[in-house]
């Protein structure tokens, strides 16, 4: 915010592999199954697919074995495990974070798209019309995690705004402190790394100035009308995506779990009832696991529950489900499909008995000529993206604070009745 004319900060994602330098990254190795030639959501394909899960582990020597699939298959899965519980006690099923990620998505764009986010985005040209529906409904999820990381930091920025004017009048004596925070965070500006990161959060100022801004935080949520009260929940519902994306991410498995507790309540406010009816499942059988299967936990709290895909990216590791989608099925997509591919019952059946070697020699070959993405070079770190998405963060602002309301503005009046109510953090 201090140098909005000439950005030198990385987004999101770009921030967060620059003060990860001291992670040390290990790819992890990703195999290619059979195919089953059948609906995936057939009872007789799930059983199959436990089947097959159950052969697997015994090849492998392995106490347990985890199963990741989406909500539909999860939902089968696991009436056919309570169904068969001494057959298939060691298999553990879990629910893919990518698929409810997309789920989130399509709650927030619910929420808030008639109520003035789907006219922002557009009027603002960071999502163009046609693509917009996509982006609201989550089907586009890299546009809709963008869009929601740039609108999320507008209104954060927003918030920084009327801070100033708050910590001024309610608490004069800190302004020494905000001084030493910003140019703290100027000079940390210009060497984005894990040990100056950790000096900048250590210092008693930054401390200070940060806490100050949670009490701000919370007289919006609570104390500034209903517009901002609403708003707000926008707020907290992208740091709850996000905090789901850098569980995954990071391989953070205690923050995993707050993440799924905390999204129970907004499925079912917003009738998805399929994920509202097993995610509470799945959250009580993933606590459990300590007692239940230690080693798979201990195996969790070290990060396996997401892939690293890479091999130098230290914020790079993704869930299950989103590996499968960029391996798996990337490497077996046709034009059409399956059904665009062949009419021919003998040709998909070899089509099928062949796919597992197909996309192993496929990817093979992108390795070897440089197509594979072996060699990491994300684009947050790149200078034009940087400077696009400060662009597109400044349309936002300059449309909400030129054009529309802003939803976090208030009188300097309410500001002076409160300052005799509100105490210095070290008070509470």
């Not at 990620?101 to 008639?114: E, M, N, T, Y």
């Not at 302004?175 to 500006?189: G, P, Q, V, Y």
């Not at 210009?190 to 949670?214: A, F, P, Q, Y």
């Not at 399956?338 to 003998?346: A, D, V, Y």
Request: net charge negative; aromatic share 10%; hydrophobic share 40%.
């Amino acid at each position: 915010m201090s140098e909005e004319e000439h950005q030198k900060v990385s987004s999101c994602t770009g921030f967060n592999i620059l003060t990860r330098d001291n992670v040390l990254v290990f790819q992890d190795n990703i195999g290619y199954l059979p195919t089953v030639n059948a609906p995936a959501t057939d009872m007789s394909t799930v059983y199959e697919v436990l089947n097959q899960s159950l052969s697997i582990m015994r090849s492998l020597q392995l106490k347990n074995i985890v199963c990741v699939f989406d909500q539909a298959f999860f939902s089968k899965a696991i009436e056919i495990v309570w169904k068969h519980q001494d057959r298939f006690s060691k298999i553990i099923v879990r629910l893919g974070v990518f698929h409810m990620i997309c789920s989130l998505l399509s709650i927030i764009g619910k929420r808030f798209q008639d109520a003035g986010l789907r006219d922002l985005c557009v009027e603002s040209g960071v999502i163009a019309q046609g693509s917009i529906a996509g982006v609201m409904d989550g089907h586009k999820y890299n546009r809709s995690i963008r869009l929601h990381k740039l609108v999320y930091e507008a209104f954060m920025r927003l918030a920084w705004k009327g801070f100033l004017p708050w910590l001024k009048i309610t608490h004069a004596s800190e302004m020494i402190h905000l001084e030493n925070t910003l140019r703290t965070i100027k000079d940390f500006a210009d060497d984005v790394c894990n040990s100056s990161l950790r000096e900048v959060m250590e210092n008693e100022s930054v401390s200070r100035i940060t806490g100050l801004l949670k009490v701000y935080l919370s007289f919006l949520r609570e104390g500034n009308g209903c517009l901002s009260t609403f708003w707000m929940s926008y707020v907290d519902m992208v740091e709850l995506l996000l905090g789901h994306v850098r569980a995954s991410r990071e391989g953070d498995w205690l923050l995993h779990l707050p993440c799924i507790k905390d999204i129970i309540p907004w499925y079912f406010a917003y009738d998805n009832i399929y994920y509202g009816r097993y995610l509470p499942f799945y959250y009580a059988q993933m606590k459990r696991l300590p007692v239940d299967n230690p080693e798979v936990y201990d195996y969790f709290m070290k990060g396996g529950f997401s892939v690293q895909i890479g091999s130098t990216n230290p914020f790079g590791r993704i869930p299950v489900d989103q590996t499968t989608e960029e391996t798996v099925n990337k490497d077996t997509e046709t034009s059409g499909g399956t059904k665009g591919f062949s009419l021919k019952p003998e040709a998909i059946r070899r089509y099928y008995h062949t796919a597992e070697y197909r996309r192993m020699y496929l990817r093979q070959l992108r390795e070897m000529t440089g197509l594979g993405g072996a060699n990491f070079d994300h684009a947050d770190l790149h200078q034009p993206r940087i400077q696009k998405d400060e662009k597109d963060i400044r349309s936002v602002l300059d449309l909400v604070e030129n054009s529309w309301i802003n939803p976090f503005s208030h009188d300097q009046s309410d500001l002076v009745s409160l300052s005799t109510s509100i105490a210095a953090p070290e008070d509470h």
